[in-house]
């Protein structure tokens, strides 16, 4: 098992460039998510994937936010035009199928920093 | 909207001590619950998950509880360590929805 890993660990980037990060899940993890944390919070839910299918996006994915999950292995988190707010750590987490009994694993998180 | 508070927001407990984490969900109705540590500047190690039917979990030194009729859950974490240091997150799923609500966490300071 090894575990959830993100690429990359840090992204130092200027206002108005576009990002992309990657999530390779847990390999026979069909269900994927990706958080927001800022600095002092808890992580917030922005989407999730059960296989390739997008089954869940919340609100605080605007329009400049696009995730995708070809063929149900890793997945994909684009932010074109980078604004300030957007400083987080972006963090992937998978699981399971199987109702309440299948725990979400997480992985270390793209620290994103917009200049 | 789902509000999950964490108290005491920060902890600092000399070593060997027992504490106690709590965690409330404005919204009683949790499916089920993941208790997280995460180290400064990682990701998220998940310690124990209480299932929509269970009311307590344990491992190891760690025990965690729900009582859904308050929504309300605690960690316990017995005979702490200097490596227990870490921010607790308590986070919580709604019936019908796969994604977890968090608390803004406990950062638990344990001195040798």
């Known amino acids: 098992d090894t575990g959830v890993s993100q690429n990359p660990r840090h992204k130092i980037t200027k206002r108005g460039q576009n990002v992309t990060f990657r999530c390779d899940p847990i390999s026979e993890h069909n269900r994927l998510y990706w958080y927001r944390q800022t600095l002092g919070q808890g992580p917030e839910f922005l989407t999730y994937?059960?296989?390739?299918?997008?089954?869940?996006k919340s609100r605080l994915l605007s329009d400049r936010f696009s995730a995708e999950r070809p063929k149900g292995s890793f997945s994909t988190l684009e932010i074109q035009r980078t604004e300030q707010g957007d400083s987080a750590m972006y963090l992937c987490?998978?699981?399971?199928?199987?109702?309440?009994?299948?725990?979400?694993?997480f992985g270390d998180g793209t620290r994103l920093s917009i200049l | 909207k789902q509000e999950v508070t964490q108290i005491p927001a920060a902890l600092s407990v000399p070593e060997g001590e027992n504490l106690v984490l709590n965690c409330s969900f404005t919204?009683?109705?949790?499916?089920?619950l993941q208790w997280f540590r995460q180290d400064p500047g990682k990701g998220l190690t998940s310690l124990l998950l209480?299932?929509?039917?269970?009311r307590e979990q344990t491992s190891g030194r760690l025990n965690a509880s729900l009582d859904k009729s308050s929504g309300r859950s605690t960690l316990y974490i017995a005979a702490s360590q200097p490596g227990d240091s870490a921010t607790y997150l308590c986070?919580?799923?709604?019936?019908?929805?796969?994604?977890?609500?968090f608390g803004t966490g406990t950062r638990l300071t344990v001195i040798p």
């Open positions: 987490a998978s699981s399971l199928e199987g109702g309440d009994s299948q725990p979400q694993h």
């Open positions: 986070a919580g799923t709604q019936t019908g929805a796969n994604n977890l609500f």
């Open positions: 919204d009683s109705a949790i499916y089920n």
């Open positions: 994937f059960q296989n390739e299918a997008q089954l869940e």
């Open positions: 209480i299932q929509s039917s269970q």
